[in-house]
């Protein structure tokens, strides 16, 4: 309430002095520098490098910041378990891979032009600080190259639909702090869609209210991503490739810790001070993640994520020979010719499991088989007894995707792109695999089968009004949500046996209590 009032304040100072607009007034009390008034930007760019040109003229550090950061190289290590994640290797239950469609991905990479190997990751222009930058809404990048359309451009090429010329004169003006909006414009749309991955990230979050996420309250705190996910030289902490399991509870401030972005980093671990037994609620802390109890469902925000994935079903097509799609009564999409069948789903609870931060990922070359049941795209390390482990929320991703049963591995099938050889264009899984498999030099015997999958994605955003977390009785009873869930007392782990002699024991205090008072009412004379 202190920040509202002394922004409020300061607001109607600004706007009382002589020609400032309330437009303005916004601008001045939000960043120290107005970019319309840099002479290096007033004048026309024909391309997105030619911007980041101009940046670096004054931020002549940023693009070798960059070069340094999962953002730009698009791998990572996992330190608890030296594995390395990459765009050549990894492989999810959505669209499958980045490498062999990197012509629709790359549309998300903070670079310009990336679409093969030939990428050079050493130029410093090809870094995009619009990207991120972009505070005018109007910034978007082209599929198939990764560039900002400067003129009106037929894409996809011979599809007849004009995609407009964006003013990248005015956009560069325009720039400044990283927004919800900025983050979300790649963040909320992972695998293909409005909230179809993550399901704690979606559009409603762009401005959300206290119920769907009492942080981000667009009326109420108001935070931004940047605000929990730090980024010092531009490398922004927190990944989902390498969360942090269990935190030591250091505050933000105090100690310089390699992830700010945890929950104890400004609630500390004991972060109830006040209610019903706060003391107890604190004792949880070394076994439950804060997000368990407080985010009670996930998809809360009116846009429904995706649950399953069937890539085995795609294809099919109308009476008519052509693509179709199949929509529930919602007007969600539940088929697409391309794709396969869908589950969506909003307001799920979520699975929970114990978990200390390792990930260990199937890649591609590993070993797989049918035989197995369901392979896990994702295993997560984590036990009652290890000491680096808390119980987490999940969603859980569930899907039937592709592999070669000759070789026994998954494979990188070329689904995106307006070329022949692209599963979306000619619904054909042997030349699709045989292109994706060859662009990452991996071997493929021409033979497609499908066999089941999960995949573990943390939840953490979302997080619901201290009124809507969970109640005792929601974990801690038979048939509750930690009801698999080894080393959770009391509640599941009940003989009824055992409950019988205590039923027994309780009465028969009570009987002989009741028996004795009787004695000594009818003796009371004596």
Same mark, same amino acid.
């Given at each position: =309430? ?23 007034? +916004?601008?001045?009390?939000? /960043? ?17 490098p030619d911007v980041t040109k101009a940046c670096l003229g004054c931020h002549t550090e940023a693009a070798s910041q960059i070069h340094r950061t999962k953002h730009w190289t698009w791998e990572v290590i996992n330190p608890l378990n030296n594995q390395r994640l ?22 998300? %990479? ?55 010329? *964006?003013?990248? #004169? ?16 790649? %963040? ?11 399901? !704690?990230?979606? #559009? ?11 942080? =981000? +309250? ?16 531009? +490398? ?35 972060? %109830? ?12 802390? !070394? ?6 109890? %407080? ?11 995706? =649950? ?19 929509? !529930? ?30 990930? /260990? ?35 859980? =991703? ?35 695999? #045989? ?47 930690? +009801?698999?869930?080894?080393?959770? *007392? ?37």
């Amino acid at each position: =309430m202190l920040k509202s009032a002394l922004l409020a304040a300061l607001t109607a100072i600004v706007l009382a002095l002589p020609g400032i607009s309330a437009q303005a007034a +916004d601008m001045k009390l939000n /960043t120290t520098a107005d970019h319309s008034k840099f002479k290096e930007l007033q004048r026309e760019f024909t391309s997105g490098p030619d911007v980041t040109k101009a940046c670096l003229g004054c931020h002549t550090e940023a693009a070798s910041q960059i070069h340094r950061t999962k953002h730009w190289t698009w791998e990572v290590i996992n330190p608890l378990n030296n594995q390395r994640l990459g765009k050549k290797n990894v492989i999810n239950n959505y669209c499958i891979s980045t490498a062999t469609n990197l012509g629709a991905c790359a549309t998300c %990479h903070v670079g310009y032009g990336w679409v093969n190997s030939s990428f050079d990751f050493k130029s410093q222009e090809n870094v995009d600080c619009l990207i991120c930058h972009d505070t005018s809404g109007n910034y978007k990048k082209l599929p198939g190259g990764g560039q900002p359309p400067v003129k009106d451009t037929e894409n996809p090429p011979g599809s007849g639909k004009i995609v407009k010329a *964006i003013d990248l #004169t005015a956009i560069a003006q325009k720039v400044g702090k990283t927004s919800r909006d900025s983050c979300g414009a790649c %963040h909320f749309f992972g695998g293909g869609g409005d909230g179809v991955k993550h399901g !704690d990230m979606d #559009t409603s979050l762009a401005a959300p209210d206290k119920e769907v996420d009492v942080h =981000m +309250d667009a009326t109420g705190l108001d935070f931004t991503c940047s605000t929990c996910h730090k980024a010092p030289a531009h +490398d922004v902490v927190g990944s989902r490739y390498m969360p942090t399991g269990k935190d030591s509870g250091d505050m933000r401030g105090k100690v310089n810790k390699s992830n700010p972005a945890t929950c104890q980093s400004c609630h500390g671990q004991t972060p %109830h001070k006040a209610g019903a037994q706060p003391a107890k609620l604190n004792q949880h802390t !070394d076994k439950v993640a804060c997000q368990t109890c %407080h985010i009670p469902e996930f998809a809360r925000g009116g846009v429904p994520t995706k =649950m399953h994935w069937d890539w085995s079903t795609a294809g099919k097509l109308s009476p008519e020979g052509k693509p179709m799609l199949k929509k !529930d009564a919602k007007g969600h999409v539940i088929y697409d010719s391309r794709k396969g069948d869908f589950v969506v789903a909003e307001n799920v609870k979520p699975e929970y499991g114990w978990f200390n931060g390792e990930v /260990t990922y199937t890649l591609l070359g590993d070993t797989v088989s049918k035989d197995n049941g369901v392979t896990l795209i994702n295993a997560l390390g984590g036990s009652a007894s290890d000491g680096r482990s808390l119980i987490w929320p999940m969603k859980v =991703m569930r899907g039937s995707q592709p592999y070669d049963p000759v070789n026994k591995t998954l494979v990188k099938p070329h689904v995106a792109g307006n070329d022949d050889t692209a599963f979306w264009k000619n619904f054909n899984w042997e030349k699709a695999i #045989t292109t994706g498999m060859q662009a990452v030099n991996a071997p493929f015997s021409g033979q497609v089968d499908f066999l089941k999958t999960e995949m573990y994605w943390p939840i953490t955003h979302m997080v619901a009004p201290k009124e809507k977390a969970l109640g005792c009785v929601e974990c801690h009873a038979r048939g509750g949500r930690l +009801d698999k869930i080894e080393g959770v *007392i009391p509640g599941r782990d009940a003989n009824r046996w055992i409950d019988l002699i205590g039923w027994l024991a309780a009465g028969g205090t009570l009987a002989g209590v009741l028996l004795h008072g009787l004695v000594r009412i009818a003796r009371r004379k004596n």
